[in-house]
């Protein structure tokens, strides 16, 4: 079964920066893509953005882009968000989830999360 566990979560003040990462187990993750979602408080999960675990530029929501990179280390089974520039409409809890190349994210596999809040 397919684990999933992030971390680097914590509090920065506006402008600062987090990098996020995202341990996967439990597959050959060749034929996944990667995706980032966040939820903030009484919003639904939103998409982020995404990498293929196989190689290629990541994808970014216009919201991020610039701001927020995607990249993965396929020695370590790890895939990371790094994020700069944080802004308090950032503030959420952040879900590592992985998906066959096949499937659609309603078919994703999802780590517990991690809560990054960034202060005014």
């Known amino acids: 079964q397919v684990r999933l566990v992030e971390s680097g979560g914590g509090l920065v003040q506006t402008g600062g920066s987090l990098r996020l990462s995202c341990a996967a187990s439990?597959?050959?993750?060749?034929?996944?893509?990667m995706g980032w979602f966040r939820q903030a408080p009484g919003d639904d999960r939103e998409f982020v953005g995404h990498?293929?675990?196989?190689?290629?530029?990541?994808y970014l929501i216009e919201s991020v882009e610039g701001r927020f990179t995607i990249s993965r280390d396929t020695a370590k089974n790890t895939v990371f968000l790094q994020m700069n520039s944080l802004k308090p409409e950032d503030t959420a809890v952040y879900y590592c989830?992985?998906?066959?190349?096949?499937?659609?994210?309603?078919?994703?596999?999802w780590g517990q999360g991690t809560r990054v809040t960034v202060s005014s």
């Open positions: 989830a992985a998906r066959l190349m096949t499937r659609g994210w309603d078919a994703a596999y």
């Open positions: 439990g597959a050959t993750f060749n034929n996944y893509i």
């Open positions: 990498i293929f675990w196989s190689g290629g530029s990541p």
